[in-house]
């Protein structure tokens, strides 16, 4: 054999070998979480890149929060304020409802705690796989976030977070194909799971009951179950309806109640502390 | 191997690195070419022993840490590619540059269905002309990168 053939035969071989460990490492990332030590790392040893390219959406941000008018100001300031009158009124009659809530809950014996702890994050701008919906917030293991804990922006739900590091955590919005969140009508009281289809203008709910009670405008909360989402978080609003007679199920569109393509201020809610208390 | 000299080449993978996450406008988004392969095409043409099956792998996993996709998925597309390439590359060097480009777009579109095969796997729909359409822009780009990243080598007097 020549030198070239021996060159190339230790060429052939090298790739099987690597092809083999990137099949390895994509079966063992999808089935099981081994490698999000691995993941979390070179993530971690990336994230200047992240910041980086997060510059020019923050400069342009700040730019024109620099340059806004006095007259603005003055304005942002007055709607704000009577914002927060109104904000503070309605929290009044929440305090009573609280306190009501807390003793009717202490009468029944249930152990759950009403206020959630949260961190407030920011979304980096910085584009991800395209096909799915993930998004980045400039929070990480440094400041408490987890694995798992669930995601809300001023009006709803908006997801999970599924990878973190130090500085960075990545987010699954509800939206996703992948992803699923059990939800419960707040009218009826019926229970279902909302998918994501990849669009984020609605969840879909498959396989209710065609005699389940629901109509169009239909509030959708957070039920609880499976743990990962804390209850009575406001998720969707039903946006139609259509019937599936030949299977006797409804599937429901769900508009989702968080802007999910538009909000750069979002809150992480800490799971464990909400769980169990008193 | 650690060279000062190589630092370009580290260099030209983190401004490939930046492209791929730079925010872009949603309906930019199946026609964004893949920088990071056709880097990786240059330079394990034009270097074949500094740049190989090992970088491509690295790539790949940075890659795949970012866009948040499954790890190894890119690497797996960029091994396959950079070995077509590390055994096909001496004939392709003497081609003009409107030829070479008609062979990286073979290569992209092998990148791609590599890609997005395993996407499917996993479960999502990929819309058909992304598949197309994001190798053909990068194999338009090839001509650009090749001298941009020519006259970088020769400054850096790499060979």
């Known amino acids: ?278 | 191997m650690l060279k000062l000299k190589h630092l370009v080449i580290y260099l030209s993978f983190i401004v490939g690195l930046l492209l791929l996450i730079l925010p872009l406008p949603d309906w930019v988004w199946h026609y964004r070419p893949d920088w990071l392969a056709l880097i990786l095409i240059y330079w394990s043409m034009a270097l074949p022993k500094y740049v190989g099956l090992w970088t491509a792998l690295i790539i790949g996993l940075l890659a795949d840490s970012l866009l948040g996709t499954l790890l190894g998925q890119h690497s797996l597309a960029l091994v396959i590619i950079t070995y077509l390439n590390l055994n096909l590359y001496q004939r392709i060097r003497v081609l003009s540059l409107v030829q070479q480009s008609v062979y990286v777009f073979g290569l992209l579109l092998i990148n791609q269905i590599i890609v997005f095969w395993m996407d499917g796997v996993m479960g999502l729909t990929i819309p058909v002309q992304a598949v197309f359409v994001a190798p053909f822009i990068g194999a338009l780009l090839w001509p650009f990168v090749f001298i941009i990243l020519r006259d970088i080598r020769r400054k850096a007097m790499l060979n």
Request: hydrophobic share 40%; net charge neutral; proline share 3%.
């Open chain 1, 1 to 278: 054999m020549t030198h070239l053939q021996k060159q190339a035969r230790g060429a052939t071989i090298q790739a099987l070998l690597l092809i083999s460990i990137c099949i390895g490492m994509m079966f063992v990332d999808h089935r099981y979480n081994h490698l999000e030590v691995v993941r979390s790392n070179i993530s971690l040893a990336l994230s200047p890149l992240r910041y980086l390219v997060n510059l020019p959406e923050l400069g342009s941000h700040w730019v024109s929060e620099w340059f806004k008018s006095h007259n603005e100001l003055l304005n942002d300031n007055k709607t704000l304020q009577t914002r927060g009158r109104i904000l503070n009124a309605q929290l009044q009659r929440m305090q009573v409802l609280q306190a009501e809530n807390t003793r009717l809950r202490n009468l029944l014996s249930s152990s759950r705690k009403l206020t959630d702890e949260v961190i407030v994050a920011e979304l980096l701008s910085v584009d991800q796989n395209p096909y799915r919906q993930l998004v980045e917030i400039n929070k990480g293991t440094n400041d408490g976030v987890e694995i798992g804990q669930a995601i809300i922006d001023d009006f709803g739900v908006m997801g999970q977070v599924i990878h973190t590091n130090r500085f960075s955590s990545t987010i699954i919005l509800i939206s996703d194909p992948d992803h699923a969140i059990p939800v419960q009508f707040i009218r009826s009281g019926v229970r279902s799971v909302a998918f994501g289809n990849g669009n984020t203008d609605h969840l879909e709910l498959r396989f209710l009951p065609a005699t389940a009670d629901i109509q169009i405008g239909d509030e959708l909360v957070t039920s609880g179950l499976g743990g990962r989402f804390p209850t009575g978080y406001p998720v969707a609003t039903v946006a139609s309806i259509s019937e599936d007679l030949a299977h006797g199920f409804l599937s429901v569109l769900a508009a989702p109640k968080a802007r999910l393509d538009s909000s750069r201020e979002v809150l992480v809610i800490k799971i464990g502390t909400f769980s169990k208390g008193e």
